[in-house]
């Protein structure tokens, strides 16, 4: 069935299948790693939720939830790495295994600023698992410890991923138009 967002659409990256068959791989891979552990799941909003909503149903051990939300200082394509909070965590991670959850690493300058923040707060592991990887722009040192596909240096949306909060409710990933950047309503 063609959405208006499908027709938005130049090229699909990762099918909705494709999505589905390796959550499952990189769920069973954690739950091995995690054997014995409980684990605390931190979704970073908003684009981790569709993500986490289907690697959690994944996961075989007791695992725990939580968010945090945050924007990054600097202009809205060039990411500052200074993050400001605009939602903490509920919980503290004293002594938690923490895996942090993210739609995408980028640049990786939100990320690491956020482990090491989260580091602060002495849990006992933190790990990052993403959707995707996209290495050709990563200018900090941080790469995830479980990420399900790489991409080339191409503005995704779908499955959790926005372009001016709109196509997250994709079920694929894909790449948009040109004409829609430019399109103004
Ligand atoms: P980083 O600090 O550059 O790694 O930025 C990470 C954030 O930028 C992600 O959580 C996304 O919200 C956003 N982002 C980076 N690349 C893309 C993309 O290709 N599509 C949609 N959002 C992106
Ligand atoms: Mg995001």
């Known amino acids: 069935m063609q959405s208006v967002m499908d027709r938005d659409i130049d090229k699909i990256l990762i099918t909705a299948q494709e999505i589905s068959d ?24 908003k684009g981790s939720v569709t993500f986490m ?5 994944e996961i075989g ?5 939580d968010f945090m939300s945050v924007s990054s200082y600097g202009s809205a394509v060039k990411s500052s790495g ?14 938690r295994d923490v895996l942090i959850v993210e739609d995408i690493l ?19 592991s933190i790990k990052i698992v ?7 722009r990563r200018v900090a040192d941080i790469q995830p ?13 779908g499955y959790g991923l926005d372009y001016n909060e709109r196509y997250r409710n994709l079920p694929y ?5 040109p004409e829609v950047y430019t399109h103004i309503d």
């Open 145 to 157: 410890d479980y990420c399900c596909f790489e991409i080339p240096d191409e503005f995704a949306v």
């Open 61 to 65: 051990v007791h695992t725990e939830l």
């Open 106 to 124: 980028d640049s990786g300058l939100t990320l690491s600023y956020l482990r090491e923040l989260l580091r602060d707060r002495n849990p006992a």
């Open 53 to 57: 909503a289907d690697i959690m149903r």
């Open 82 to 95: 200074v993050v400001k909070i605009n939602k903490d965590l509920d919980v503290p991670l004293q002594g």
């Open 173 to 177: 990933v894909g790449v948009l138009k």
């Open 130 to 136: 993403t959707l995707l990887n996209k290495p050709a």
């Open 22 to 45: 390796k959550i499952k791989e990189v769920g069973a891979q954690i739950t091995e790693d995690y054997k014995g552990k409980d684990i605390l799941m931190i979704g970073i909003l």
